[in-house]
């Protein structure tokens, strides 16, 4: 059964510091994965990586896969309390299913 | 683009009665996923559907729910009869093509008292 862990569980930093949230993935003829960001209602999608050791970056906020050791990271650099929210990693195989973690909850303080 | 739009937002009901959910996906997408989501299981696929077909439904929890989807723009999660412990956050989401990229609804919560 394919399966997504997300660590750490929940996370606090002060406004400013940088957090690197984890995921690591057994996925059956893995396709790609995928970041998410849930606020108070829908998760939002972040970023989709499909090829190792390319990083995906948007502003504030990388991604970076490595499918030989199966996992991914999502980087946060100066965070604000914007960036509160639980972020969720989700894996793609060949069944198209889309398998989603536990999400990280951060919590930026002022 | 409208996005993917799920009614109702809340519903409460009783235990014992029938609850449908509704998802209208994304026009031109055609996969359609339904996900719950719990503070303690966090978010489950439930079924999706390939152009209209179930595909896997092996997330269902139970006899109890079913899923259709009888066109492209229309689907149905139904639970009957509903119970406490089915309390949660129905999310349903839609992609096109593959590798999949699932656009979430707003959810549906539900609770059963």
Redesign the interface.
Known sequence: EDKVVQSPLSLVVHEGDTVTLNCSYEVTNF??L?WYKQEK?????LF?L?SSGIEKKSGRLSSILDKKELFSILNITATQTGDSAIY?CAG?GG?????????TKLTVNP | DAGVIQSPRHEVTEMGQEVTLRCKPISGHN?L?W?RQTMM?????LI?F?NNVP??DSGMPEDRFSAKMPNASFSTLKIQPSEPRDSAVY?C?S?LG??????????TRLTVV
Not at chain 2, 41 to 45: D, I, K, M, S, Y
């Open positions: 396709r790609s995928l209602k829908a998760p939002t999608f989709m499909t969720l793609t069944s198209e299913k889309l398998v989603f973690g536990k999400g | 996969s996923f996900y299981r966090g978010l489950e696929l999706y390939n595909i896997d999310f989401a992609s593959t590798p999949v990229r699932a656009f979430f609804g707003q959810g």
